[in-house]
């Protein structure tokens, strides 16, 4: 990487754990909180692509809202309105994974310049960086929903390209999730792909330009 690149991280599943929320959920549930958290994410994922299809936005704080009553619905549970929002507001205070405040610390300390890219709202994202810690590892943070439409939309990429005022080449793409690594990628991005241990990267689009399996191992592959 050149030394002023600039380096754009997701935030949903590469810097904080939205599977962590089955803690919140087992306590409220009597299905699986696990499964129950994966159909909530996956549904939240699925939503915002299909808004973005269909030319319509409404906020991830809406989404999450939605694609958590589908993932109830479709185990079976039922909660009161109270515990309702107290899950969503838990959504707020999601955890790092064990490796991103280490990680992230080295790359501050060899003085790269890190911002947040997230489908996250307006709202969400302040909130999820003040309560993981996360905050004063990053210059700024841009949300989706100052374009309305989600990533992987090529539009998100290039207006954080426009927001940071430099070339959209510039600016390297990090993420867990193979859809925004290959969004990033085709919208003109580097990109880096973290590795979780889940899935396999995606069969369509570019292959990332480099894969890790932590946010420390960054500062040798970059
Ligand atoms: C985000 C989604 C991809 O943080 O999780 O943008």
Redesign the pocket.
């Known amino acids: 990487m050149k030394r002023d690149d600039i380096l754009a991280f ?5 810097l904080v754990d939205p599977i962590g929320i089955s803690h919140a959920l087992r306590e409220l549930i009597t299905e699986d909180s696990t499964a129950v958290a994966e159909l909530w994410r996956a549904t939240q ?1 699925d939503y915002a692509f299909r808004l973005t299809i269909m030319e319509s936005y409404e906020d991830f704080a809406w989404v999450t809202a939605r694609a958590l009553d589908f993932a109830l619905e479709a185990f079976g549970q039922a909660l009161s309105t109270k515990d309702r929002h107290l899950l969503i507001d838990e959504y707020n205070g999601l955890a790092p994974f064990q490796d991103v405040i280490p990680g992230l610390a080295l790359l501050r300390s060899k003085g790269l310049r890190a911002i947040v ?4 709202s307006s709202s969400m994202i302040p909130e999820c960086l003040k309560r993981s810690g996360l905050g004063p590892f990053f210059d700024t943070w841009i949300s989706t929903d100052d374009v309305r439409a989600y ?1 992987p939309q090529a539009r998100v990429y290039r207006h954080a390209a426009d927001v940071v005022h430099r070339p959209i080449t510039d600016i390297w793409l990090i ?1 867990s ?1 193979p859809f ?1 690594v290959v969004g990033a990628a085709r919208a003109g991005m580097k990109t880096a792909w973290l590795n979780r241990g889940g899935r396999p990267f995606d069969a369509i689009g570019a292959p990332p330009d480099v894969i890790v399996s932590t946010i420390s191992d960054l500062t040798s592959a970059l």
């Open positions: 997701d935030l949903y599943g590469t994922i890219l997230s489908n996250g990533k993420s999730n925004d």
